[in-house]
T-cell receptor, first 111, second 115 residues
Framework: TQLLEQSPQFLSIQEGENLTVYCNSS?????LQWYRQEPGEGPVLLVT?????EVKKLKRLTFQFGDARKDSSLHITAAQPGDTGLYLC???????????FGTGTRLQVFP | DTEVTQTPKHLVMGMTNKKSLKCEQH?????MYWYKQKAKKPPELMFV???????INESVPSRFSPECPNSSLLNLHLHALQPEDSALYLC??????????????FGQGTRLTVV
């Protein structure tokens, strides 16, 4: 059972456009992490959000954790070809050793 | 230093071979993980070691055997694999087990092909 569903599954846009990726669950997580992965490489951590309602910004990327800590979103402003990759959310819970990955969103940004 | 180093980067092995994947971190992290990732899919958890003890085995077949010799090293021993085991194998580490409040750092992975 996949606990974290991401949408959209695929996204193909032109450079300069804005986009939002969603990560949804029916379960509560104590933290949500976002990773970006390029082909043949390991996921690279972008951000961790831990407080319900928390918003974090990383240059053109804005991350939000839902108030109930069941969902999260990633918004990219003025996307660039270098943003191309697989975006993964991952949820953690206190007192467990599991990091559960979402289904992934594959982003392609064309020049 | 937030580096997790995996070796080898690529591995081709026959179904009767025995090989090992290695993972190393020097961040003082006490939890280490093995994930398997098939093409166009998210990583799937295989094993977790917390304070050098196996804490999670996600019902992985016994042809995969993990080992944690010390807090910096994690191995995955492979024996009698099947072609469907071909995948990217990822190692990760985090400061402590209980990832509810910590972050996991991943290595670059080992691309395994079973022939």
């Amino acid at each position: 059972t996949q606990l974290l569903e991401q949408s959209p599954q695929f996204l193909s846009i032109q450079e300069g456009e804005n986009l939002t990726v969603y990560c949804n669950s029916s379960s509560v997580f104590s933290s949500l992490q976002w990773y970006r992965q390029e082909p043949g490489e390991g996921p690279v951590l972008l951000v961790t959000v831990v407080t319900g309602g928390e918003v974090k910004k990383l240059k053109r990327l804005t991350f939000q954790f839902g108030d109930a800590r069941k969902d999260s979103s990633l918004h990219i402003t003025a996307a660039q070809p270098g943003d191309t990759g697989l975006y993964l959310c991952a949820g953690g819970r206190y007192n467990t050793d599991k990091l559960i990955f979402g289904t992934g969103t594959r982003l392609q940004v064309f020049p | 230093d937030t580096e997790v180093t995996q070796t080898p980067k690529h591995l081709v092995m026959g179904m009767t071979n025995k090989k090992s994947l290695k993972c190393e971190q020097h961040m003082g992290h006490r939890a280490m993980y093995w994930y398997k990732q098939k093409a166009k899919k998210p990583p799937e958890l295989m094993f977790v070691y917390s304070y050098e003890k196996l804490s999670i085995n996600e019902s992985v077949p016994s042809r995969f055997s993990p080992e944690c010799p010390n807090s910096s090293l994690l191995n995955l021993h492979l024996h009698a694999l099947q072609p469907e085991d071909s995948a990217l194998y990822l190692c990760a580490s985090s400061l402590t087990g209980g990832v509810g409040d910590t972050e996991a750092f991943f290595g670059q992975g080992t691309r395994l092909t079973v022939v």
